[in-house]
């Protein structure tokens, strides 16, 4: 009777331990990377986009960055086409040097296209802040002092702002990444997803000057204040790169 009923407690204890929520890890920035997998997208062009975001994670000014970060960041990478058509590629990973950035970089690297179906970004935004997306598989946690989207793409999707608005009940911020000349695609950008505290809308010409894009927007998301020298960053070449600055708080909620 006594082994029968110290087997219980410890049942007991196991099931109490268990049920407990996961530690959470502070860290700097939690970042997600919603990158646009849809039919518009051809190989080339998604092996560009899936370079220039490994890439960013390579750049020295980065990796310094995250490096001095206090806690350093969380990030997460995943792809999005059609509504119902969103997954977490490379699962929220913590970064706190070069050496981590670069293994994050190279999981990029390694990945093979998950869709290639419709364009819905206001399903993925919305997606985006599920328990599903921005939660670790495993079951680790990660507490941002600032939160973010980071969402690129070459078309618009749905009308509305449904997905914007659920987005920035959760993160701080929802910044932009239109690929293309195209005015129509940056103006429901501009209206439709990007919203929240300084958030910014970020125009590469095209998918070949994508890379640079995406460092300059990363380096700002983290932390960077300044774009590093050429040395140290991709010099950005005037007319290929525009960024909007957008300085009202919670953008995308008033116009919801």
């Keep these: 009777m006594k082994y029968k009923l110290r087997a ?72 999005w086409s059609s509504s119902g058509q969103q997954a977490i590629r490379v699962d929220w990973t913590h970064l706190t040097d070069a050496t981590s950035a670069n293994a994050f970089a190279a999981s990029i690297s390694s990945l093979t296209r998950a869709y290639s179906g419709g364009t819905a970004p206001q399903a993925a935004l919305s997606w985006g802040v599920s328990s599903e997306a921005w939660s670790n598989a495993a079951g680790l946690t990660f507490t941002g002092a600032k939160n973010i989207i980071d969402i690129s793409g070459d078309g618009s999707g749905e009308s509305g702002t449904a997905g914007r608005t659920a987005a920035l009940g959760v993160v701080d911020t929802i910044n932009g990444l239109v690929i293309g000349g195209s005015t129509s695609v940056a103006n429901y950008y501009t209206n439709n997803i990007v919203g ?24 700002v998301e983290i932390g960077g204040n300044v774009v590093p020298e050429p040395s140290s960053f991709l010099p950005l070449v005037s007319g290929v790169l525009a960024i909007w600055h957008f300085r009202r708080r919670k953008l995308g909620a008033k116009k919801s």
């Design 8 to 79: 219980l407690l410890l049942g007991a204890g196991l099931c109490l331990f268990a049920s407990q929520p996961a530690h959470a890890t502070n860290v700097a920035v939690k970042l997600l990377l919603l990158v646009d997998s849809s039919g518009s997208i051809s190989a080339s062009e998604y092996n560009l986009q899936k370079t220039g975001y490994a890439q960013a994670f390579q750049n020295a000014a980065i990796q310094n960055i995250i490096s001095n970060s206090p806690g350093g960041i969380a990030v997460a990478f995943a792809e």
């Design 196 to 219: 929240g505290t300084d958030a910014k809308l970020y125009l590469a010409a095209s998918f070949a000057d994508f890379g640079k894009a995406v460092q300059e927007k990363i380096f």
